[in-house]
């Protein structure tokens, strides 16, 4: 018999069900009140609740005839006491619990009744999708076969009798599959287009790529408000996904009417094998990033990357969430702060919900986001005024020229030529050369306060890891999060890190330049503003400084320099001879960091004086003397001649 034949409709099944139990009712039993429900026509029962969702089930599954009998048959007895109590009489059982559930023995006897080979239709029941997508449940493994009773899987019960409607989370057994939430912010036009174009995709495997996270589940909610279909969120562990298949995964998504949706946690380079879903017949969905490979095995499938969204689609945003108009008549200042923003869809929207300036609300969600990622990197907490900043004029053009580039690199190319228009990434790249305290980490936060966005330090102990592929790890999560916030990453001493690939000489020799090519390709592709700091460009790998965007070197300053920086540290507490602060300022050729160092010490020696002395007084020359002295012991070094006194 063909598995895929189609039986009566399911309106009937009861009845050749009741017709077929009946004949099997001995001739001297037939008065007996147990069998009265299956002997007597009832031609007023109620609609049964349950024919729609399964003849819909039967049809997605290409249940064979037999399957559909027991379907019926398992669904009917949950909610009929008369034919329970039938059932069990038949099998000769208690009238309550799983005895009057039917049996394969049963089942085998009801065969010939409607026309089926017992043996065939036996063996189709225990190789068919029934059992094997988790609809109908074999019990009591230690039973003989044909006394093993089947069921209904119990958390199907009420996904059939709530009939379809929206499900925000299905449950299935101790697994809990999660829809996924509707965004609350307009998606880009070129994203509607393209979900348009998908919409009408019924099987295989869709694999959305893109770098964040949340703008991926917003498009995919997009998808499923087009498809009309809610999205549940299947989960990563294999044995979860086993245990869900169990309590009726596939026939629990078609009954809801979902989709499938999988986004792994994986490391990058890594490849995923998609889970298998038994008698899955329709279209699931795969969220991944850039450098995630996905084995999907033989299903067929179609991917799409998410394109960033342009400053027309933020601005649209941002006047959809604040009800305000569109266009030109948002001001300058929506352009400046959120058409040139590179933060992701997501964080614009939480930025938009605050009662703020959109500068100033821009820059306090995405601090605030910047904090999650304490595990790696520290927020800066500082603020450098454009005033405070001292450097030659070279090095000011440089990192003005640095800035620009940083405001400029969502639309850099749109006005150059082919070559350029093509290969421009989104990211910037610096590094910073210099000795220790010259004005590298200081330089980076003036950059990050003039960007308006907050400024990460990399903990580089916390990011290095001594297990295979967790450095590659780190790093990426790390990278992909400081994106979405459009945060300035900053790598002290990142020859560590990004460091030149070494002779292979040993099997750790091997993996080092595997991972330091990894990290190079990654920050390569890095869409924000990544500043690398380090006491010799030549530590680095040649290819990776012909990538970078800028390299700034950073020398010791002049003495016109030293005493400015003198003049912003001390400020306006000291009263210092000024011919002595030149003359310090002439001799003492220490760089920014080392003076910040003395002047803190020489505050402190001035409020110890003030103790012993009952009252406060200014930084004196003597307190700015031994400061001095106390620094250049640290530097292991004399105190420069002509100091003294």
């Not at 549940?232 to 629990?252: S, T, W």
């Not at 969600?365 to 520290?378: F, H, I, K, P, V």
């Not at 966005?453 to 290095?464: E, F």
Request: aromatic share 4%; glycine share 8%.
């Amino acid at each position: 018999m063909d598995r895929r034949a189609t039986p009566p409709a399911q309106a009937s099944v009861r009845e050749s069900l009741r017709l077929a139990l009946a004949a099997l009712v001995p001739a001297a039993a037939q008065d007996h009140p147990d069998f009265r429900r299956l002997v007597d026509r009832d031609d007023d029962a109620d609609p049964d609740p349950g024919a729609a969702p399964l003849q819909s089930l039967g049809d997605a599954l290409a249940l064979t005839p037999i399957e559909r009998v027991a379907l019926a048959l398992a669904w009917w007895v949950e909610l009929d006491a008369g034919i329970a109590a039938a059932l069990a009489a038949l099998q000769s059982s208690p009238a309550h619990g799983a005895g009057a559930r039917p049996s394969l023995g049963l089942l085998q006897a009801l065969a010939p009744q409607l026309g089926l080979a017992p043996h065939r239709a036996l063996g189709e029941l225990l190789q068919g999708p029934a059992l094997s997508t988790g609809l109908l449940r074999l019990d009591d493994e230690q039973a003989l076969l044909h006394a093993r009773p089947l069921r209904l899987a119990p958390d199907l019960l009420g996904l059939i009798l709530a009939g379809p409607a929206h499900v925000p989370a299905l449950r299935l057994g101790a697994v809990s599959l999660p829809s996924l939430a509707a965004v609350v912010w307009p998606l880009p036009q070129a994203w509607d287009v393209a979900i348009e174009e998908l919409a009408g995709r019924r099987t295989g495997v869709l694999l959305l790529r893109g770098r964040d996270r949340e703008e991926l589940q917003a498009f995919a909610a997009g998808l499923g408000r087009r498809r009309a279909q809610t999205l549940l969120r299947l989960p990563e562990a294999e044995d979860e996904v086993l245990a869900a298949q169990q309590h009726g995964l596939v026939p629990a998504l078609l009954l809801a009417g979902a989709l499938p949706l999988w986004q792994p946690e994986i490391a990058p380079g890594q490849r995923w094998p998609l889970p298998p879903l038994p008698g899955w017949p329709g279209l699931q969905i795969v969220l991944a990033g850039p450098d995630v490979s996905v084995d999907t095995a033989a299903l067929p499938v179609q991917e799409f990357e998410l394109g960033p969204a342009g400053a027309e689609d933020r601005q649209r945003l941002w006047a959809g969430l604040r009800r305000e108009p569109a266009g030109a008549a948002l001001g300058t200042a929506l352009s400046t702060a959120v058409s040139g923003s590179r933060c992701s869809l997501a964080a614009l929207a939480r930025a938009a919900a605050r009662e703020l300036p959109p500068a100033a609300a821009l820059e306090q969600e995405l601090r605030a986001g910047a904090r999650e990622l304490s595990a790696w990197a520290q927020v800066s907490s500082d603020h450098i005024p454009a005033e405070a900043w001292v450097g030659p004029p070279a090095l000011r053009h440089q990192l003005e020229l640095l800035l620009t580039r940083c405001r400029a690199r969502a639309d850099l190319g749109a006005r150059l030529g082919p070559l350029l228009k093509g290969r421009l990434g989104a990211g910037v790249k610096a590094l910073f050369i210099g000795a220790s305290g010259t004005g590298k980490t200081l330089a980076a936060q003036w950059l990050a306060d003039r960007l308006a966005r907050p400024l990460l330090r990399v903990d580089l102990a916390a990011v290095v890891s001594k297990y295979i592929g967790e450095t590659e790890k780190n790093l990426a999560q790390l990278l992909a999060r400081a994106e979405q916030l459009d945060a300035l990453l900053l790598f002290d001493e990142a020859d560590s890190l990004f460091g030149a690939r070494t002779d292979v000489k040993q099997a750790n020799d091997r993996y080092a330049n595997m991972q330091t090519n990894y990290l190079l390709q990654r920050l390569e592709s890095y869409h924000g503003v990544a500043l690398l700091t380090s006491n010799s460009k030549a530590r680095f790998d040649e290819a990776f400084m012909r990538r970078l965007d800028a390299i700034v070197e950073f020398a010791l300053p002049d003495v016109g320099e030293r005493r400015a920086l003198w003049a912003l540290h001390l400020g306006t507490t000291p009263a210092l001879d000024p011919a002595r602060l030149n003359r310090v300022a002439a001799l003492v050729d220490l760089p920014g960091g080392h003076i910040r160092n003395a002047v803190l010490s020489a505050a402190l020696l001035a409020r110890q004086r003030a103790e012993v002395e009952g009252a406060p007084g200014p930084v004196s020359d003597a307190d700015l003397h031994e400061a001095l002295l106390l620094e250049y012991r640290k530097l292991g070094q004399r105190l420069p001649d002509g100091l003294s006194g």
